[in-house]
């Protein structure tokens, strides 16, 4: 059974950083694209960015391109996300989620969802 657990969030002035850590445990990440989503508070969930399960090819939403980078460690069955250049509209819980293989824009075809890891952008 897929198991994700997110880490990393806090409270950050726009303009800053934070590193989000994705935890996987009871599969290997080399059968699945690890996807970024966030919710903010009455909004819909949302992609982020995702990594596919070889570690080459990723994804980004628009609005975080050039600010936000995702990265894997197979071996440490991790996956991070980078967030350079907190705007106050990246406020929301960040999940990571699981699919075979390759990414998807739709958090319905992920699964292993974990309790999310809340980030807070405010000055």
């Known amino acids: 059974q897929l198991q994700l657990v997110e880490s990393g969030g806090g409270l950050v002035q726009p303009g800053g950083s934070l590193r989000l850590s994705c935890a996987a445990s009871?599969?290997?990440?080399?059968?699945?694209?690890i996807g970024w989503f966030r919710q903010a508070p009455g909004k819909e969930r949302e992609g982020v960015s995702c990594?596919?399960?070889?570690?080459?090819?990723?994804t980004y939403e628009d609005s975080v391109k050039g600010r936000f980078t995702i990265s894997g460690d197979n071996a440490r069955r991790m996956v991070y996300l980078q967030m350079n250049s907190l705007k106050l509209e990246d406020t929301a819980v960040y999940y990571c989620?699981?699919?075979?293989?390759?990414?998807?824009?739709?958090?319905?075809?992920?699964?292993?969802w974990g309790q999310g890891t809340q980030v807070t952008v405010s000055a």
């Open positions: 989620a699981a699919r075979r293989f390759t990414c998807s824009r739709s958090h319905t075809q992920y699964g292993g």
């Open positions: 009871r599969f290997s990440l080399g059968d699945y694209a």
């Open positions: 990594i596919d399960s070889r570690g080459i090819s990723t």
